[in-house]
């Protein structure tokens, strides 16, 4: 069974950049899509984007279009999110998460929306002077 | 703003059924039959309970069930048991291949 573990917390100064990683333990999701989820504190769930490495895709919310890079490293089973540019409003627990594989009427593939299964435990990002 | 409508908080007493609505537009939850629900308590990640309007994961029990009406999605949760107090969204496609959740709702089982 495969699970995410996610890179410790962070605390980082205004302007400065974060790098968070989610490293699938028990098997790979190369065949899967990689959401990348933010909650703030006391707030609800925020998608940010995603990752599809078998196809090369990537989507960014706009919110965070420039700000926000998604990569793999498949030899490592390893997804990264890196934001820049932090500001306070960015202190959050970020979490990746592994989308299921939605069958249409002719093919399946992998997609964000088919129920998130698999969850990584959180990452806490601290943005303080 | 979450994109998706949800009430802050639903209670229940233990043994009842209640209900939490998910309230969209065309462009997600009435035009995709790809809702979830996800449980999370205090501190935890969430947790998948369902997918695609009405289907449960592996080990979800059958007291949650899902269903949609237009823009409007519902979770069900009967027989309420006290570790089923926990906050849950909802999620929606939302067109070219993205999602939204909604904005969360507090179950207190009284």
């Known amino acids: 069974q495969v699970q995410l573990v996610q890179s410790g917390a962070e605390v980082k100064k205004p302007g400065s950049s974060v790098k968070v990683s989610c490293k699938a333990s028990?098997?790979?999701?190369?065949?899967?899509?990689i959401s990348w989820v933010r909650q703030a504190p006391g707030q609800g769930l925020e998608w940010m984007g995603g990752?599809?490495?078998?196809?090369?895709?990537?989507n960014y919310v706009q919110k965070f279009q420039g700000r926000v890079t998604f990569t793999t490293d498949e030899s490592t089973s390893t997804a990264y999110m890196e934001l820049r540019s932090l500001r306070s409003e960015d202190a959050a627990v970020y979490f990746c998460?592994?989308?299921?594989?939605?069958?249409?009427?002719?093919?399946?593939?992998?997609?964000?929306?088919?129920?998130?299964?698999?969850w990584g435990q959180g990452t806490t990002v601290t943005v303080a002077s | 703003q979450p994109a998706l409508t949800q009430p802050a908080s639903v209670s229940g007493s233990p043994g009842q059924s209640i209900t939490i609505s998910c309230t969209g537009t065309?462009?997600?939850?009435?035009?995709?039959?790809?809702v979830s629900w996800y449980q999370q308590h205090p501190g935890k990640a969430p947790k998948l309970m369902i997918f695609?309007?009405?289907k449960r994961p592996s080990g979800v029990s059958d007291r949650f069930s899902g269903s949609k009406s237009g823009d409007t999605a519902s979770l069900t949760i009967s027989g309420l048991q006290a570790e089923d107090e926990a906050n849950y969204f909802c999620c929606s496609c939302a067109g070219s291949g993205t999602v939204v959740f909604g904005g969360g709702t507090k179950l207190t089982v009284l």
């Open positions: 028990g098997g790979t999701f190369s065949n899967n899509a």
């Open positions: 695609e309007v009405t």
């Open positions: 998460a592994r989308g299921g594989v939605y069958c249409g009427s002719s093919s399946c593939y992998p997609a964000y929306y088919d129920g998130m299964d698999v």
């Open positions: 065309s462009s997600d939850v009435g035009g995709y039959n790809l």
């Open positions: 990752i599809i490495p078998i196809y090369g895709v990537i």
